[in-house]
């Protein structure tokens, strides 16, 4: 049984309240563009989406993001940083915190007409802290149209990757959309959710039926699998990057691209494998030029305080995924600069 308990008001009237200034407009039509020349090989940058698990509370995830901007001022000749501004939260048994979205307050119950200021404000504010624009997960598809005019890249995960509406929305999308593989790995699947988000599309959004032109910028993310036995199976090694390559060029898809997150299955969630993953990442981009031509970018978890806490008790510190500390994401961050 279903219970209304608050009307949510369109997506235009959170806008009207906190639009972007034609200043940080500029900002991302530079920034979204700076992505895509990325993904479709104009660029020789490297793109790292990098940032907490979830953005649990504004005043550390704001930190943060300040910390990155000052460090992207050292490495932009090089890469393309992204933070991770992820205010939705996909829950493997469907309970539990579900993201700044829904739940403004950790540790509170839902809230979704708050948690939408939230989210707008926290992302206007960290554009303005740190002149980068950022990463969001689109969990729920119709949530994309209150945060779309803020975010410059977008990510399908892998739960919802084969999901119709999420495939056909990203279609829709004026800017690139990762899609990672399915929880079971399966590569077929990916190719397919690609091809669906570049390929136009006619659907029912919100109250309209809409037509989108598809997606060029639509591309893989590599996660990891899960198999039947419940054990993770990383997909980062260099053979089957280069068998997803051979793939992806047979599909005849447009701009192929890959990016490598270095967490989830692909670390079997130890956080501080994302080193290790980076670098060999990175020899391998520096080995072979098809390699390098193929993966054009990491996804690294990443907070102030490594770890993560089950309450909302330490400044800085994941209360879902463990992450990476500050001090390491620099080292790395640089390290990555380094060699590309």
Known sequence: MFVKQNLIPEPEEFIAEKPLT????????????????????????????????????????????????KLNEKVKEKIVIVPRIY????????VGYQGMFVQPDPEGAADIVRGIRSTRALHLAAMNESGLTAADEMLYPENTAYVEDLLSYHVIGARSVENQLHRQV????????????????????LLNSIFAAQSPQIFKYRNYQVSSSGNPFAHAILRGGVNGLDTDVPNFHYETVMQLAEMYQNSKLKNPAIIIDCNH?????????????????MQNRCADKDFKGIVKGLMIESFLVEGNQSHNEVFGKSITDPCLGWEDTERLLLDIAGQV
């Open 170 to 189: 990203a279609s829709g999308i004026d800017a690139p959309v990762g899609l990672k593989n399915p929880m079971s790995g399966n590569v077929i699947a």
């Open 265 to 281: 299955s692909n670390s079997g969630k130890n956080f501080k494998q994302q080193i290790s993953i980076a670098q060999e990442v």
């Open 87 to 94: 205010t939705n939260k996909p829950r493997t048994k469907g």
């Open 22 to 69: 034609p200043a940080l407009q500029a900002i991302k039509s530079a920034r979204d563009q700076e992505i895509c020349d990325v993904i479709s090989n104009k660029s020789d940058k490297m793109l790292v989406v990098v940032g907490p698990c979830s953005a649990h509370e504004p005043t550390s995830t704001l930190e943060y993001i300040a910390r990155l901007g």
